[in-house]
């Protein structure tokens, strides 16, 4: 049985900002869900490994940057469930914090040019043509399974929120949550804040899930790119961890709480609001950006 028993509150957060502008906003800490398996990345891979265990696979071949958090996660919760572990990792080899984990949790690696890496569907083919049990998961999970997954988190929220905040790669995390929302006729609101540059696309991807429920796309938060920050950001999440006691990190999380402060500050909420932001964790990888912080 593929099942974890999740913990995941809802906390507020208390900002004197938000006093300001007679605002509420909470955190749903699905960081808290694993330390590995963390956050949103449960969510995507639930269903995934249900159906490759229905199917009666026994290896988990999926992809990824050297950063990705779904590599960990897949390597840690195939360890858990009994799979094998193999992923893609695209560039050159490299050696870092989450690849070490990954193998740690018994991950084979397999390095790719960035040129060869883009055909995914051919690299299984190629690698995996002689294994039945082996089990195709796309580059961060995204995929109906993982929509339908991050959809339930929805169901665990305590009251109804005018607002909800999320940080967006692939866009199946909003595309579930957008849909959770839409499967319970709530009149909440969803903010996808995509962390890429040139993110418009997921717009349109976002949009096939919800069912023409409406959702604001917030494209001016991405900081120069995937991965990329500044000072103005760091300081951000420096004044955040120290006044909140959450912590965030610079890639997804950093710039969605961000985004946040910002809209509150430019009276983008009625007074009165009470939003909901979804800590998506991604926390295992930040020992290693630590010499990003000048401090
Ligand atoms: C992977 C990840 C995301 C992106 O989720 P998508 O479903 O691909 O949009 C957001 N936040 C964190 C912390 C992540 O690790």
Known sequence: ????DIYSP??????????????????????????????????????????????NKDHLVTFGGAYSNHLLATACA????????????????VKNETLTLCRLFGMQ??????????????????????????YFIDEG???????????E??????????????????????????????DRSLPTKTHVIPVLKGAEFLRAEIETFSGGNSFEFHSGYHFGGYAKTDEELLNFIKDFC??????????????????????ITKDHFKPGSKILAIHTGGLSGISGMINRFNF
């Open 1 to 4: 049985m593929i099942e974890l």
């Open 10 to 55: 809802v906390e507020e957060i208390i900002n004197p900002l938000f006093i300001k502008k007679g605002i509420q906003v909470f955190v749903k800490r699905d960081d808290m869900i694993h330390p590995f398996i963390s956050g949103n990345k449960w969510r995507k891979l639930k269903y995934l490994l249900g159906d490759a265990a229905y199917l």
């Open 78 to 93: 195939g360890a858990k469930f009994g799979f094998k572990t193999t992923g893609f990792v695209r560039g050159e080899e």
């Open 109 to 134: 690696l397999i390095f790719i040019d960035r040129e060869s890496y883009r055909n995914k569907n051919r690299l299984f083919e190629l690698h995996f043509q002689d294994n039945s049990k082996a």
């Open 141 to 151: 999970g995204a995929g109906p399974l993982a929509v339908m997954g991050c959809s």
């Open 153 to 182: 988190l929805i169901n665990e929220l305590p009251e109804v929120y005018d607002d909800i905040f999320c940080a967006a790669g692939t866009g199946t995390t909003a595309s579930g949550i957008i849909k959770g929302l839409m």
């Open 242 to 263: 120290g006044t909140s006691g959450i912590l965030i990190e610079p890639v997804y999380t950093g710039k969605m709480f961000y985004s946040l402060f910002d809209l």
